[in-house]
Structure formats: structure tokens, C-alpha cells
Nanobody, 129 residues
Framework: QVQLVESGGGSVQSGGSLRLSCVAS????????MAWFRRAPGKEREGLAA???????TYADIAKGRFTISRDLTKNTLYLQMDSLKPEDTAVYYC???????????????????????WGQGTQVTVSS
């Protein structure tokens, strides 16, 4: 069983930046598909960015140019760098893992939440205008 723990959320003004981190309890996650999702109040969960085993990344349109997903295999940590934040980015942010083996989801499926079996508890991001 893999456990995921997010951190790095907080309150920031519009235009500011935050970097979210997600530490996995198993080092085998490094071969897995990982992704960031968020859920704003009253809205559906939405996928933001994903990274697969070979390092390929996929971004939702709302994240392109502002968010960057990356990982440090030596620290079992997934990151989401968020720049130029807007009030509409206010949400709870979650990291997710497909599993803990080699994974190569097709690009069109990488941001579908049902492909991910393990979820963190979430971290709140609040952006004020």
C-alpha cells in the first residue's frame, strides 16, 4: 500500500507562487504514473498535470504555462510548481498515484481520476485578489 502526503499549500495573493510537494511512502512510486488534481468548492475534481514512468508529462489547458509537474526520484517526491496564481485556483489539491510499477498511460487518459488508485489527503490552496 502506498501512502501519499501532500504539503506546501497555503494562502497567497493573486500573481503569487506556491510549490506543492507529495511524498510517497514507497520508492517504487518512482516508476508509477503520478498526477495532481484539485477540487474547488462546488466543482468537480479536475486533473491538472501528470507524469508517467518515462518522465513524459501532460497538462490540462488550465495548467499549461503556469504549472509545472516534476519529481525527485531520490526523495520519492512529486512536485507541482504553481506560478501566476489566480483566485480561481483556490481549491484543495491532491496528488495521486496509479500504482507502484511501471506505468505508461496514454496522454489522453493521464488526467482521468479513475486511472489513479492511491490518493493523498489534500492540501488547501487559497488565492486572494
Amino acid at each position: 500500500q502506498v501512502q501519499l502526503v501532500e504539503s506546501g499549500g497555503g494562502s497567497v495573493q493573486s500573481g503569487g507562487s506556491l510549490r506543492l510537494s507529495c511524498v510517497a511512502s514507497r520508492d517504487t512510486y518512482s516508476r508509477a504514473c503520478m498526477a495532481w488534481f484539485r477540487r474547488a468548492p462546488g466543482k468537480e475534481r479536475e486533473g491538472l498535470a501528470a507524469i508517467v514512468s518515462d518522465g513524459s508529462t501532460t497538462y490540462a489547458d488550465i495548467a499549461k504555462g503556469r504549472f509545472t509537474i516534476s519529481r525527485d526520484l531520490t526523495k520519492n517526491t512529486l512536485y507541482l510548481q504553481m506560478d501566476s496564481l489566480k483566485p480561481e485556483d483556490t481549491a484543495v489539491y491532491y496528488c495521486a498515484a496509479e500504482g507502484f510499477g511501471y506505468c505508461n498511460l496514454l496522454p489522453l487518459t493521464r488526467l482521468n481520476f479513475w486511472n489513479y488508485n492511491y490518493w493523498g489527503q489534500g492540501t488547501q490552496v487559497t488565492v486572494s485578489s
